[in-house]
């Protein structure tokens, strides 16, 4: 189970770091979700972005909070 979290981390992690961090001078602070193919998408409000998110590209993205450590996965 150790090693499915830390894939899952580094996964995350890899994520963020190819479409979230070239966000960040834009939209620190706000939520993106981003797919496992880099799909994003954008916003002020977890609920909407995380709801807008499934409704484009369906579950399994990773929410983060744009320049900030935190990330959260939904299935």
């Known amino acids: 189970?150790?090693?499915?979290?830390?894939k899952l981390q580094q996964e995350s992690d890899?994520?963020?770091e190819r479409?979230?961090?070239?966000?960040?001078?834009?939209?620190?602070?706000?939520?993106v979700v981003i797919s496992?193919?880099?799909?994003?998408?954008v916003g002020m409000n977890l609920?909407?972005?995380?709801?807008?998110a499934v409704a484009?590209?369906?579950p399994g993205?990773?929410?983060f909070k744009i320049g900030e450590k935190s990330v959260?996965?939904?299935r």
């Open 47 to 52: 609920i909407e972005v995380a709801e807008e």
């Open 61 to 63: 993205g990773f929410l």
């Open 14 to 16: 890899d994520l963020y």
């Open 1 to 6: 189970m150790a090693t499915d979290s830390k």
């Open 36 to 41: 496992r193919e880099g799909k994003t998408v």
């Open 19 to 31: 479409y979230g961090r070239p966000l960040e001078a834009e939209h620190r602070g706000k939520f």
């Open 72 to 74: 959260w996965k939904f």
């Open 56 to 58: 484009a590209f369906g």
